[in-house]
């Protein structure tokens, strides 16, 4: 018998009251290729599908296969194999996820529910790890020991779409604030090129789902040629997650939408925790250390004060009325959030939204810049408020709309909209700055009526090449 891949990721199961279909077995035999392969243990009859979360509703009792592993499944238990006939013992391990997490509630959007979410979800992520007393953070997933972080002299964090623009965020943090060179990189890229792997390199993987192909191939690569890797992974037990062995989890619940928005603020957040950690056993001030372990635990509530101004954000939606294209510009980590903002505009409202380092604009895209063009710029008042307020009235001297997310203070030049957020602190900022542009590509998509959930050509895992 075959089942449609559509089949399979929807879930199917398995009970001992079923003949199969066409055939009057009472087992059927699945095998790993590649693809993520998911068995759900219920009682007396057993599941199968290529994500954890379409069985939650019937058992949360799973096993993971591994690549080439075979399973005979029948109603009451299963057998697994390697390709080549050996036994092999798995230990089914709980998805940490109620039904109820998959339910829409008061929302029309899982992507508008999930943003919503960010308050509780980061406060997940920074539960149990904020250690007020030594000023750091506790990773214990980490399984490295301080002596073995104090060897690291790089660190490269690899990801794909959202998470590479998260690992971009973190890298600037890393860089900032244990002074450890440190860089992201599409995972989907650093497969292609053959790429150099050294020792006193910690590699990063960061991922929603733990079963991106791309993401999957760069860990096996690291982890063949003897590097040193961790995950930051959403969902326990995936494939990447097992992979790496180490890492944190981000406890941000299930994500349905297909875009990322609260596993973005998550990792990013994952990555401020190692960025301390990793600091706080350098050069970090015990001040200094203090004085983020502070933001971070307000980090939730200045969300949540963000998110209920929404009536706000949908007004600087407007301004992408009639308009086809759009930039996002910022500089050092603003330039990543502005990447963020893009990717969510693009991938929910199908206008044409590009990112450009604020520096660069007058390289090239200034060229492109008219009244038909808005651009949002990623403004905190940090110390390059100067060079993006000259960057501004390059842009307004063009005739270009100016949309500023930015910090309360006085401005030389006036912006067409703007949204203004309270600042917490520098390093921080750049996760409270990403809430705006969340909901902005959200009510551009809900004005243009397109399908938010499940954007064209988009699937929430991809899972092969
Ligand atoms: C983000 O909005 C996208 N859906 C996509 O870019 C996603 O971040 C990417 O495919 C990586 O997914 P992962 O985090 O599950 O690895």
Redesign the pocket.
């Known amino acids: 018998m075959r089942l449609s891949s559509a089949a399979v990721a929807a879930g199917y199961r398995l009970s001992t009251y079923d003949t199969l279909p066409s055939t009057n077995a009472q087992a059927l035999v699945v095998a790993r290729n590649g693809s993520p392969l998911v068995l759900g243990i219920g009682d007396n009859e057993m599941f199968f599908a290529s994500d954890p979360a379409a069985l939650v509703r019937h058992t949360t009792s799973v096993v993971h296969l591994d690549d080439g592993e075979i399973a005979a499944v029948h109603a009451d238990g299963y057998e697994t194999r390697t390709l080549e006939g050996t036994a092999t013992i798995k230990t089914p391990s709980t998805i940490p996820w109620k039904d109820e997490a998959f339910d829409k509630g008061e929302f029309t959007h899982y992507m508008r529910k999930e943003i919503a979410e960010q308050p509780e979800a980061v406060r997940r992520t920074l539960s149990g790890r904020l250690d007020a007393r030594f000023q750091t953070t506790h990773l214990g997933g980490l399984s490295l020991a301080a002596r073995d972080l104090l060897d690291v002299r790089r660190v490269k964090i690899l990801?794909?779409?959202?998470?590479?623009i998260a690992s971009a965020v973190g890298a600037h943090l890393i860089e900032t604030l244990a002074r450890i060179p440190a860089h992201a990189e599409a995972a989907s890229e650093f497969r292609n090129r053959n790429a150099v792997v050294e020792r006193d390199t910690l590699y990063i993987a960061?991922?929603?789902?733990?079963?991106?192909f791309d993401?999957l191939a760069a860990v096996q690569e690291i982890k063949r040629k003897g590097g040193r890797i961790m995950g930051i992974i959403?969902v326990v037990g995936s494939t990447?997650a097992r992979e790496c062995g180490r890492g944190i989890y981000l406890h941000a619940g299930p994500e349905v939408a297909?875009?990322?928005?609260k596993?973005?603020t998550c990792?990013a957040v994952a990555l401020a925790l190692l960025a301390i950690h990793l600091g706080r056993l350098r050069d970090l001030s015990v001040a200094n250390g203090a004085r983020l372990i502070r933001a971070l635990q307000v980090l939730p509530d200045h969300i949540a004060a963000i998110l209920e101004r929404e009536p706000e954000i949908a007004r600087l939606a407007e301004a992408f009325v009639g308009t086809e294209h759009a930039f996002y510009v910022g500089r050092a980590a603003g330039y990543a959030i502005a990447a963020e903002g893009a990717?969510?505009l693009k991938?929910v409202s199908y206008l044409h939204a590009e990112a450009y380092p604020a520096s660069e604009l007058k390289h090239g895209p200034l060229a492109l810049i008219s009244p038909q063009t808005p651009t949002v710029i990623v403004l905190p008042s940090d110390d390059l408020f100067a060079k993006n307020i000259s960057t501004v009235e390059e842009i307004k001297a063009r005739g270009g709309p100016v949309i500023a997310i930015t910090h309360p203070g006085e401005v030389p030049t006036a912006f067409d909209r703007s949204f203004e957020i309270p600042a917490l602190e520098p390093e921080l900022d750049p996760l409270l700055l990403n809430i705006p542009l969340q909901l902005l590509a959200y009510h551009v998509a809900l004005q243009r009526g397109t399908n938010i959930d499940q954007p064209r050509n988009?699937a929430?895992?991809?899972t092969v090449e």
């Open positions: 990801g794909c779409g959202a998470a590479y960061v991922s929603q789902s733990g079963e991106t993401t959403n990447i297909v875009v990322s928005t596993t973005f990792s990717l969510k991938e988009l929430k895992s991809v």
